[in-house]
């Protein structure tokens, strides 16, 4: 069994795909959740059947400079693969206030509350050639490596 863990488009495809600017491949190295993991390891990504629109994501000025050529088409267009896992990425690192453009922070007085984002740090993404249709989950979720095989 893998883990697995289901994000909304077009955040997930941001994980996997990335954006090419030049000849370099960026792509989000981050996943923020309201909730802390210790785990450590490749993680399967699963594109949840919900796809939000590029309003709805909040992209930062810098996070949507950054988007360019196929995938911002495709955000604008809503064209990303839903209910089915895309591809996986390693998970590093957890923190909190991460650099990263992608990471949300948290104001020290919610630090305090223990009401933190979590800045999940993501490393090694890789996109599958063909999506695995299957329902998501909250949380990880296990998933038989066998029927990517």
């Known amino acids: 069994m893998a883990k ?12 996997v795909e990335g954006i090419k600017i030049e000849d370099n491949i960026i792509f989000k190295d981050i996943e923020n959740r309201t909730w802390r993991t210790n785990f450590r390891g490749r993680v399967l990504i699963h594109a ?7 309003q709805q994501c909040n992209f930062t000025d ?12 495709n955000i604008l267009h809503g064209d990303l693969p839903s209910g089915a896992i895309i591809g996986s990425v390693e998970i590093v690192d ?7 453009i992608w990471a949300e922070k948290t104001p020290l007085d919610k630090q305090l ?9 993501l490393s090694n ?12 989950k909250l ?7 066998k029927l990517i095989k």
């Open 4 to 15: 697995c863990i289901t994000v909304k488009q077009p955040w997930a495809s941001l994980i």
């Open 139 to 145: 949380s990880f979720w296990d998933f038989d490596e």
């Open 125 to 136: 993404p890789i996109k599958f050639d063909n999506p695995i249709p299957c329902k998501g």
């Open 48 to 54: 949840g059947k919900t796809i939000l629109r590029p």
């Open 94 to 100: 957890c923190v909190i206030n991460h650099p990263s």
């Open 113 to 121: 509350e223990d009401k933190c984002i979590w800045n999940w740090v």
């Open 62 to 73: 810098d996070q949507w400079d950054n988007i360019r050529g196929d995938m911002r088409y």
